[in-house]
């Protein structure tokens, strides 16, 4: 493979993966909204589960939202939503600035997804979830596509 074709599959990669960051904001700006409006539908929410647990006590959806619906009190899902709005606005910032080529996306998207990292780690400590490994993996991949697209973007500057 030539170092022309390397570059172009690398760059291609960049772009497909701040795209799929740039989704992932999205949906958090959006279930952080919903998450601010649960509290309004918790009781409707509640008897559609106990109503489906009726009707199948060995429902795998319905046992586990109904599980999980005691956990999502007002306060909690105000916190949980404010997070996931806030996370996803400055991540959709940051991938805005990436995908316009703006110098300072990617020492500060560098900067923020190392944050994320280091919160992800530290949550992982706690869960051991292999999803949020697998979130983290992608991460420091995207950050090397960051770091890698922001070298070639100064090269192409100066």
Do not use: C
């Amino acid at each position: 493979m030539t170092p022309a074709l390397r570059e172009k599959r690398i760059h291609d990669l960049f772009y497909v993966g701040i795209i799929l960051k740039g989704l992932n904001a999205i949906i958090e700006i959006l279930l952080g909204i919903t998450l601010f409006f649960s509290s309004h539908y918790a009781g409707f929410l509640q008897t559609l589960i106990q109503s489906e647990l009726v009707e199948d006590p060995t429902d795998f959806f319905a046992r586990h939202a109904d599980q999980l619906s005691s956990y999502l009190t007002p306060h909690i899902a105000f916190y949980a939503g404010l997070y996931l709005v806030s996370h996803g606005i400055v991540k959709g910032f940051i991938i805005w600035g990436l995908l316009r080529g703006k110098l300072w996306a990617y020492p500060a998207g560098l900067a923020v997804f190392a944050l994320f990292i280091a919160y992800q780690v530290v949550k992982w400590f706690d869960t051991h979830s292999w999803v949020l490994l697998a979130l983290t993996v992608f991460d420091l991949l995207i950050m090397w596509l960051i770091w890698h697209e922001y070298r070639r973007a100064e090269r192409l500057r100066v």
